[in-house]
Nanobody, 128 residues
């Protein structure tokens, strides 16, 4: 499975953008997909996930109500819509996939080390 993110950029506070994650080599139907971000000088943090079945999506409290994760099975893609952006959302955003114990996403994003496949990351900078 290969993952490629796109859609990052520089956005003013309060703005919006949509990140895309294109998968190839296998169907995302077999994987839970998470969005993980890494802010400057900090560790990676899972912020959202969607289960392999597509029936469960979860968000961490810091992004709940502002981030929306969706999946298009016909295109084998996952999206992260980010609204009401804040400077603290500045980070490199990665999509990652896991087929192990966290496929159901019931407990939220899997621990970072549980993801089996990673994209290269997309920079999101929120600044006026």
């Amino acid at each position: 499975l290969q993952l490629v993110e796109s859609g990052g950029g520089l956005v003013q506070p309060g703005g919006s953008l949509r990140l895309s994650c294109a998968a190839s080599g296998d169907s995302l139907n077999y994987y839970a997909v998470g969005w993980i971000r890494q802010a400057p000088g900090k560790g990676r943090e899972g912020v959202s996930c969607i289960s392999a079945s597509g029936s469960v999506t979860k968000y961490v409290d810091t992004v709940k109500g502002r981030f929306t994760l969706s999946r298009d099975t016909t295109k084998n893609m996952v999206y992260l819509q980010i609204d009401s952006l804040r400077p603290e959302d500045t980070a490199v955003y990665y999509c990652a996939a896991t087929y192990g114990n966290y496929k159901d996403c019931y407990s939220g994003p899997a621990p970072v080390h549980e993801y089996d496949y990673w994209g290269q990351g997309a920079q999101v900078t929120v600044s006026s």
